[in-house]
């Protein structure tokens, strides 16, 4: 059998074919097979494998179900039912496979099956709750960043983000020890001057940093050089971060470098929801709430509430209030979540900081 019609099964289709074999054999029906897989991958990672990978995969089921398979160079597969091991399986499932007629009538449903089956994975992704904010722990004390930007600090001599309770630990002994200032990660002497920070960003930013890059897209794109700006975030999305894809989200829905497109915009901010983006998060919830589909807005901003994101829980409180959409229990979940996510990112250095920080700012 053709590669091609292995791509046709493990997509996820199904037809007629699947409910005969489940009469005849309803203990070790394809159709349950089929579904196995798709719990275990996804139909969307079968086709996203390579060739011989699938062969591999293709091979493993057969010998799993108690067949022999060969692989010619043409990818065909011909199974051995001669085998003293319970050949009548691999009949069954040999019984399961649709033939060229069977395709050509059910394309169509087959098609939009597909189609469905992959969005249902992609919401599935999609509204999973994250672990955490896709800025993750600081990596000094090892708790959750607060996601307000004002409240950490990027060192540029490591491209590490270091919350303004360890930043301000470091410098108090610092001041105690009488010692020179370094960065509280790495133990690198700061810069003094931006000509030497910008230096070095370049340098993180030449060995595929994504911090790095994320910040040498924002300078450009202060001093109005969007394509340039756009080429750093897009190779910093390559690699996965979840800042980049919601700055180059901002971007298609300004045109700015690009032109607009609001396909690769929503693109964009999902993939920064799916890393754990709470703003990314909310402006997905608008766009929703915009076309009407509350629930899947409710679904968004319950999980940016959870994430500390204020705004979300404000939008959620305005509809248990008008709209309705929201029941008391479902609220109340969202607000506990909310508190515990700032709860999380407090600290004593942390607090201890902020009065510093204030009282630095009255003066």
Known sequence: MALARWDHIFAGCACACYSEVAELSPNLDFARQVVTWQRRRGAVEWMAVTNDRRRRIIRSLFIWIGGDVKMSSKDNVEVDATTNRQPARVVVLLAALPNDNCQQEHQAGHDAMCKERAAELRDELLFRQPESSHLGDCPICFLPFSIDPQKSTLMGCCSKLVCEGCSYANLMREREEHVEHTCPFCRHPIRTT??????????????????????????????????????????AAALGDASAHYLLSVLYREGEGVEKDEKKEFYHLEEAAVAGHPRARYYLGCIEDESSRFDRAVKHWTIGASLGCDKSIQRLMQYYATHGAVNKEDFAAALRAHHA???????????????????????
């Open 341 to 363: 996510a700032a709860n999380a990112a407090k600290s004593p250095q942390r607090e201890a900081a902020a009065v510093e920080i204030m009282r630095w700012r009255n003066e």
């Open 194 to 235: 931006d000509e030497e920070e910008f230096q070095n960003t370049m340098r993180r930013a030449a060995a595929k940093d994504p911090i790095a890059m994320i910040e040498m897209g924002k300078k450009l794109h202060n001093e109005g050089c969007f394509e340039s700006a756009f080429i750093y975030w897009a190779r």
